[in-house]
Nanobody, 124 residues
Framework: QVQLVESGGGLVQAGGSLRLSCVVS????????MGWFRKAPGKEREFVAAINWSGSSTDYTDSVKGRFTISRENTKNTVYLQMNSLKPEDTAVYYCAADRAGLTIATIAEYDYWGQGTQVTVSS
């Protein structure tokens, strides 16, 4: 069974940075497309960033472009989300997800496996 474990969340002041990590169990991580999503209180879960199996393609939601960077290390079964210039509106639980098709996907329903999430809180 594939397991995803996020880490790196926490409390940070506006303008600060955090790097989230997601470690994926199993030997097929290198074949998965990976995504980061977030859910703020009272809102639906939303797409943040995605990367394909090789790392050659990435996608971001407009509100994080230029501030967040998704990357992956297939030798470590890990995907990262570097978050800079954080804003209070970035406060949410952040989830990583894996897609067996290996693509860069923004659609929640296309993902096959999910982590439990890590809380990010940005104070003003």
């Amino acid at each position: 069974q594939v397991q995803l474990v996020e880490s790196g969340g926490g409390l940070v002041q506006a303008g600060g940075s955090l790097r989230l990590s997601c470690v994926v169990s199993g030997r097929t991580f290198r074949l998965y497309g990976m995504g980061w999503f977030r859910k703020a209180p009272g809102k639906e879960r939303e797409f943040v960033a995605a990367i394909n199996w090789s790392g050659s393609s990435t996608d971001y939601t407009d509100s994080v472009k230029g501030r967040f960077t998704i990357s992956r290390e297939n030798t470590k079964n890990t995907v990262y989300l570097q978050m800079n210039s954080l804003k209070p509106e970035d406060t949410a639980v952040y989830y990583c997800a894996a897609d067996r098709a290996g693509l860069t996907i923004a659609t929640i329903a296309e993902y096959d496996y999910w982590g439990q999430g890590t809380q990010v809180t940005v104070s003003s």
